[in-house]
């Protein structure tokens, strides 16, 4: 019993190493993204911006996404779905009221841009067909 316990805590630190090291890939992968377009738009207006401002601003944008995704992630499961939806997005963005309008234009873009379909019948239940065909007649005595 104790070598399956060293066993899953070994898994578990495993899991939790690879978690991290991802992480790690994806906080770098989003710094240099940042940088790029901290970079572009202050060449576009002409400015320079030095090196410890843009990280500044690449951790907080960083720190703000992890953020937002745990949010987003909350709001799913209190809906009881394990995936979020454009509502939940919205909804994160009610302090931000150009961007919460920026994101329901871009709801209704999409939702503009989808085939439209008949909406489906709901199937009646196997429970309902079993009980209308197993009903007996009992003849009055």
Do not use: W
């Not at 576009?44 to 960083?62: H, N, R, T, V, Y």
């Not at 209190?78 to 009610?94: T, W, Y």
């Amino acid at each position: 019993m104790e070598e399956e316990t060293i066993g899953i805590d070994e898994e578990r630190k495993q899991q939790h190493e690879e978690d991290a090291s991802v992480t790690e890939i994806l906080r770098d992968r989003f710094r240099l993204s940042t940088i790029s377009i901290a970079e572009a738009e202050a060449n576009q207006i002409g400015m320079e911006i030095s090196k410890p401002i843009i990280a500044c601003i690449s951790d907080l944008a960083f720190k703000y996404t992890e953020q937002l995704s745990k949010d987003l992630e909350l709001f799913a499961q209190h809906a009881g779905r394990k995936s979020v939806r454009m509502e939940d997005v919205i909804l994160s963005a009610h302090r931000n009221e150009h961007l919460a309008a920026t994101l329901r234009s871009f709801r209704n873009d999409l939702k503009a841009k989808e085939p439209r379909s008949e909406r489906k019948r709901k199937k009646s239940s196997t429970r309902e067909d079993i009980t209308t065909t197993n009903v007996v007649q009992v003849p009055d005595l």
